[in-house]
């Protein structure tokens, strides 16, 4: 029963990370439901402005340094699931996201993230943050204000370990998006 749960949270986070939909709520009062008889408008379904453009990149590095493209069906020794997103809000906030979640009840998930920019040809880390789980699924999250104009990145190293702390499986997998 407990893998079975535990499976339907990895399913769920993510479908979480991997539809993220933005709600825009309307403040205004009850009369926006009356029926005032005025023309509907069209709806515009032509392609998004740049700056509303999703181009959000997964990847994976290797042991070596080299970046490739991430593949969602990949399969792990420890890991059951990872999901990660990046987004920026209103004056720049970079929002980002990944949850990752063992195989096992009985191991702990650490996430260390980066948040970088690409500046100059490299990659600079702007903000750090690390969680750990006792559990076999964490999450970490947080923010951080950037600069338009920039591509940025969440670099996720991911760690399983068992029981007794030895480090099963370590994985790096990064979220990439420009912010325009």
Do not use: H
Request: charged share 25%; proline share 2%; hydrophobic share 30%.
């Amino acid at each position: 029963m407990q893998q079975y749960i535990k499976r339907s949270l990895c399913l769920l986070f993510i479908l979480i990370f991997t539809f993220n939909f933005t709600v825009i709520a309307c403040d205004d009062g009850p009369e926006d439901f009356e029926d005032d008889n005025t023309p509907t408008t069209e709806i515009d379904f032509s392609e998004p402005s740049d700056t509303t453009f999703d181009d959000t990149v997964w990847t994976i590095e290797r042991e070596d340094g080299i970046e490739e493209l991430y593949n969602p069906k990949a399969r792990w020794t420890a890991l059951e699931a990872v999901a990660m997103d990046l987004d920026f809000k209103t004056g720049g906030k970079a929002v980002f996201a990944t949850s990752a979640i063992a195989q096992k009840s009985s191991q702990t998930v650490k996430i260390k993230t980066q948040l970088q920019s690409y500046r100059g040809g490299d990659w600079k880390t702007l903000y750090t943050k690390t969680k750990t789980s006792t559990y076999s699924s964490t999450t970490n999250s947080g923010s951080y204000y950037v600069t338009k104009g920039y591509k940025y990145r969440t670099r996720n190293t991911i760690t399983v370990y068992n029981s007794s702390g030895k480090a099963l499986e370590t994985v790096t997998l990064n979220c990439n998006r420009t912010y325009k």
